[in-house]
Structure formats: structure tokens, C-alpha cells
């Protein structure tokens, strides 16, 4: 199966390359939705540099987006208006401003504290010394990293709050050394000194994130195994871990020259499940979806920043799968029981059980490989699938 690159990757990526104002020399660039957005953007930007009438910079939906771009532009000359779609909106950020106001930033809310939109006034940031709360997103310090090594003081970065997706911040860390960035973490320190990056052919990986969806598909199947291009064993993605989380459902990982073969193995599945999400939060829906369809009951854990993704991820797969008879118990905001399912319900093309995907991609993919278990599904806004892995309905379809 020829998986998407990795959007994490992608993204990176091409803030290096806008940084360092070069071309970029990327294979396989993400076809996602918001790796696309993200390029025609910086093109935007790049276009209207210095030009100080107030020049709008719309991120949809684009969490990862919006958080780059306000580093970007608080960096480049210019008036900016940086906003997003409604549900953007209610996504804070404050954390991030508050760092890049210590870097002197200038940076104002244009409605509500702490929340989008921000109007931006770009100017030279000489870098220094700064603390950023992570316990939201991972995504406010690799804002900040990403931009580093143009900083004529270079980056004396701590991290605050609970380390959410910390493996996300080390893929940044990564990346940049891919790109000849002189960059190291020690714990919740991190030191970039001003360099310059070198313009390098880098290669995205496929996306770990994207595969969680067919370990679900394998783990619910009865069929063959699935071969996954490009999947590497040793992989920036933090999304990696999946591998582990499926071998506990009966699903083996055999990495081989080219990718990575998913098959049942002979290893029973586990009665009770429990995994903490914190440092995987995009791995929920799939897994979430799995226990529900193999008629495990689960604990989940560090679920407290999901309400502030594309959905609330939570509330959201748990309002879908109350629709066939899973239920929940949500013991705090960070953690949720779920009990095995007793029957597996069957529906009918005439009368197919309808999920809504709550216009996030991840909820979409999480709830189409039930299908094998259940019988007939309908999505509704199937589309939001192309914000991360356009591709999916054609390859999901291959199945049948």
C-alpha cells in the first residue's frame, strides 16, 4: 500500500526551507490538504513581504499551519492578519504568543485573549533566551525551533508545563539536524545556535500516523496481510509506537527492504486494554475504534489536549460509537473507561449505520474499517480526509 508521506515531516520541512530561503528538495511531500496549504501560503507570504497595508492569512482548519506561520510572520516584514475557520477560533494559543513576546514580538489579539485571530507585525527577533508552555501543544516549541538558527543569538528554549507529544519536538530537533542545524535537547532544554541550513535533498517518510488506520484494518480483518511502503523502523515519527500498541491486538510488524508487513499473528488479543496517549495523542481514533471492534474493554489515558484538535477527538468517537452499543465512562477529562462490547450489532446496505465524522479526518478513518465487523457504514463529510491522506477512500475501497 502506498501510504502518504508523513505531514509532520513535510511541514517541518518546508519551514526549514522557507527560513533558509531556499527551494525546497523534498521527496515525497505529503499530498495532505494542509502540507498543500502551508506551501501556497509561505508563496503568499514570500510575495508580500514588506508590504504594510493588513494582508490576510487564512489557516482554515490547519492547526500545525497557524502555529508555524505565527513564528513566520511575526519574523517577516509586513502586516498580517493570521486566522482560521470557526472552529480555529476556539483552538488557544496563547502559550506560543506568550514566548514569541518574550522574543519581542509584536503580536495583538483581535478578539478574544488567547485565542485567534492575531494581528502581526513582523520584525527582526535577535532570540535569546525563552520558556514556552507545551502542556497544550508540542507544536508551540517547534514553532519556535524551526525559526531558531536564523535568530542572530541563537536559542536558549525551556520547556514548561507537561511534556505533551515530546516526540513530536524531538522529530523537529531531528529534522533540523537533517538540515545542518546545530541544535541539542537535554530534558526540557533546548539550545540552537545561530547557523546557517544547507539546502539537502531530504526524503519524507510515510506517514506513521496514516498507518495507524491499516493496523486497524489488519487487527478487525480476517484477510492477508498488508504491505505498507516506506514505513521505516527507525523513524523520526513518534507515531511509530503504533507497531508496539497492535502487537497487544494480534497484529505483527516485520520490517523488510522498502517498508513494513502488518499480519495477524497466532498471539492472542489482550481482554483489557490501556495506553496512555499523551505522548501519541493522533492514535486514539484508531485504537479507540479497534477495541470497540475486537470487543475489548479499555482505560485510556492522557486525553486532556484531544478536545483541542480538529474535534474533540473524545467526544466525538465517543458520540459515534454509542451508536452501535459501546459505552463510556469518562472519569476525568485526561481519562476514559470503555467496556467491551457484548454483540457486535450487523447492519444492512438498506439501513447502514451512519457516523459522522465531525469534519476531522482522523474520526473518519477511525470509523470506516468497522465496516469489517459490522456490516454497512455510511460517513458523513467522508471529505475531511484529504486534510491529511487524500488517497484513503481509493485505497480503503481495494479491500472489497
Given at each position: 500500500?502506498?501510504?502518504?508521506?508523513?505531514?509532520s515531516?513535510s511541514?517541518r520541512?518546508?519551514?526549514?526551507?522557507?527560513?533558509?530561503?531556499?527551494e525546497?528538495?523534498?521527496?515525497?511531500?505529503?499530498?495532505a490538504?494542509?502540507?498543500?496549504?502551508?506551501?501556497?501560503?509561505?508563496?503568499f507570504?514570500n510575495?508580500?513581504?514588506?508590504?504594510?497595508?493588513?494582508?490576510?492569512?487564512?489557516?482554515?482548519?490547519?492547526?500545525t499551519?497557524?502555529?508555524?506561520?505565527?513564528t513566520?510572520?511575526?519574523?517577516?516584514?509586513g502586516?498580517?492578519?493570521?486566522?482560521?475557520?470557526?472552529r480555529?477560533?476556539?483552538?488557544p494559543?496563547?502559550?506560543?504568543?506568550?514566548a514569541?513576546?518574550?522574543?519581542?514580538?509584536?503580536i495583538?489579539?483581535?478578539?478574544?485573549?488567547?485565542?485567534?485571530?492575531?494581528?502581526?507585525?513582523?520584525?527582526?527577533?535577535?532570540?535569546g533566551?525563552?520558556?514556552?508552555?507545551?502542556s497544550?501543544?508540542?507544536?508551540?516549541?517547534s514553532?519556535?525551533?524551526?525559526?531558531?538558527?536564523?535568530f542572530?543569538?541563537g536559542?536558549?528554549?525551556?520547556l514548561n508545563?507537561?511534556?505533551?507529544?515530546?516526540?513530536?519536538?524531538?522529530?523537529?530537533?531531528?529534522?533540523?539536524t537533517e538540515y545542518?542545524a546545530k541544535?541539542?535537547?537535554?530534558?526540557r532544554?533546548?539550545?540552537v545556535?545561530?547557523?546557517d541550513?544547507?539546502?539537502?535533498?531530504?526524503?519524507?517518510?510515510?506517514?506513521?500516523?496514516?498507518?495507524?488506520?491499516?493496523y486497524?484494518?489488519v487487527?478487525?480483518?480476517?484477510?492477508?496481510?498488508?504491505?505498507?511502503?516506506n514505513?521505516?523502523?527507525?523513524?523520526?515519527?513518534?507515531d511509530?509506537?503504533?507497531?508496539?500498541?497492535?502487537?497487544?491486538?494480534?497484529?505483527?510488524t516485520?520490517?523488510?527492504?522498502g517498508?513494513?508487513?502488518?499480519?495477524?499473528?497466532?498471539?492472542?488479543?489482550?481482554?483489557?486494554f490501556e495506553?496512555?496517549?499523551?505522548?501519541?495523542p493522533d492514535?486514539?481514533?484508531?485504537?479507540?475504534?479497534?477495541c470497540?471492534?475486537?470487543?475489548?474493554g479499555?482505560?485510556?489515558?492522557?486525553?486532556?489536549?484531544?478536545a483541542?484538535?480538529?474535534?474533540?477527538?473524545?467526544?466525538?468517537?465517543?458520540?459515534?460509537?454509542?451508536?452501535?452499543?459501546?459505552?463510556?465512562?469518562?472519569?476525568?477529562?485526561?481519562?476514559?473507561?470503555?467496556?467491551?462490547?457484548?454483540?457486535i450489532p450487523?447492519?444492512s446496505?438498506?439501513?447502514?449505520?451512519?457516523?459522522?465524522?465531525?469534519?476531522?479526518?482522523?474520526?473518519?478513518?477511525?470509523?470506516?474499517?468497522l465496516s469489517?465487523?459490522?456490516?454497512?457504514?455510511?460517513?458523513e463529510?467522508?471529505?475531511?480526509v484529504?486534510?491529511?491522506?487524500?488517497d484513503?477512500w481509493d485505497?480503503?475501497?481495494?479491500?472489497?
Amino acid at each position: 500500500m502506498p501510504l502518504v508521506g508523513s505531514k509532520s515531516e513535510s511541514n517541518r520541512a518546508l519551514m526549514i526551507c522557507h527560513y533558509a530561503g531556499f527551494e525546497p528538495k523534498i521527496g515525497n511531500l505529503s499530498k495532505a490538504d494542509d502540507t498543500g496549504l502551508l506551501s501556497e501560503l509561505l508563496k503568499f507570504i514570500n510575495n508580500n513581504k514588506g508590504q504594510y497595508s493588513l494582508k490576510e492569512v487564512d489557516c482554515r482548519n490547519a492547526g500545525t499551519v497557524f502555529r508555524f506561520l505565527a513564528t513566520a510572520l511575526s519574523l517577516r516584514p509586513g502586516k498580517w492578519l493570521l486566522t482560521g475557520s470557526g472552529r480555529m477560533r476556539e483552538r488557544p494559543v496563547r502559550h506560543l504568543v506568550d514566548a514569541l513576546r518574550q522574543l519581542d514580538a509584536d503580536i495583538e489579539y483581535q478578539s478574544d485573549e488567547g485565542f485567534p485571530p492575531l494581528i502581526i507585525k513582523g520584525r527582526e527577533l535577535k532570540g535569546g533566551c525563552v520558556s514556552v508552555d507545551v502542556s497544550q501543544s508540542s507544536q508551540y516549541a517547534s514553532s519556535l525551533l524551526l525559526a531558531a538558527p536564523t535568530f542572530e543569538n541563537g536559542l536558549k528554549l525551556h520547556l514548561n508545563g507537561g511534556l505533551t507529544s515530546l516526540p513530536y519536538i524531538d522529530m523537529t530537533v531531528g529534522i533540523m539536524t537533517e538540515y545542518d542545524a546545530k541544535v541539542c535537547r537535554d530534558g526540557r532544554d533546548i539550545v540552537v545556535e545561530h547557523s546557517d541550513y544547507q539546502n539537502v535533498e531530504y526524503v519524507v517518510e510515510s506517514d506513521w500516523s496514516a498507518a495507524s488506520y491499516w493496523y486497524e484494518i489488519v487487527a478487525l480483518s480476517d484477510g492477508g496481510p498488508a504491505f505498507l511502503r516506506n514505513l521505516k523502523e527507525k523513524s523520526v515519527q513518534g507515531d511509530k509506537i503504533v507497531a508496539g500498541i497492535f502487537d497487544g491486538f494480534g497484529v505483527r510488524t516485520i520490517f523488510e527492504d522498502g517498508g513494513a508487513t502488518v499480519v495477524k499473528s497466532t498471539s492472542n488479543c489482550k481482554n483489557l486494554f490501556e495506553f496512555d496517549f499523551t505522548d501519541a495523542p493522533d492514535l486514539f481514533p484508531a485504537v479507540v475504534a479497534t477495541c470497540a471492534g475486537l470487543q475489548v474493554g479499555a482505560t485510556f489515558t492522557g486525553l486532556r489536549n484531544l478536545a483541542i484538535k480538529e474535534s474533540d477527538r473524545v467526544d466525538a468517537m465517543v458520540t459515534e460509537l454509542n451508536k452501535i452499543g459501546v459505552e463510556f465512562e469518562k472519569i476525568s477529562d485526561d481519562i476514559l473507561k470503555m467496556s467491551a462490547l457484548r454483540n457486535i450489532p450487523f447492519f444492512s446496505e438498506v439501513n447502514p449505520v451512519v457516523f459522522d465524522s465531525h469534519d476531522d479526518h482522523r474520526i473518519a478513518m477511525a470509523l470506516a474499517p468497522l465496516s469489517l465487523k459490522i456490516g454497512a457504514v455510511e460517513i458523513e463529510n467522508a471529505e475531511a480526509v484529504s486534510k491529511s491522506y487524500p488517497d484513503f477512500w481509493d485505497d480503503f475501497s481495494k479491500l472489497f
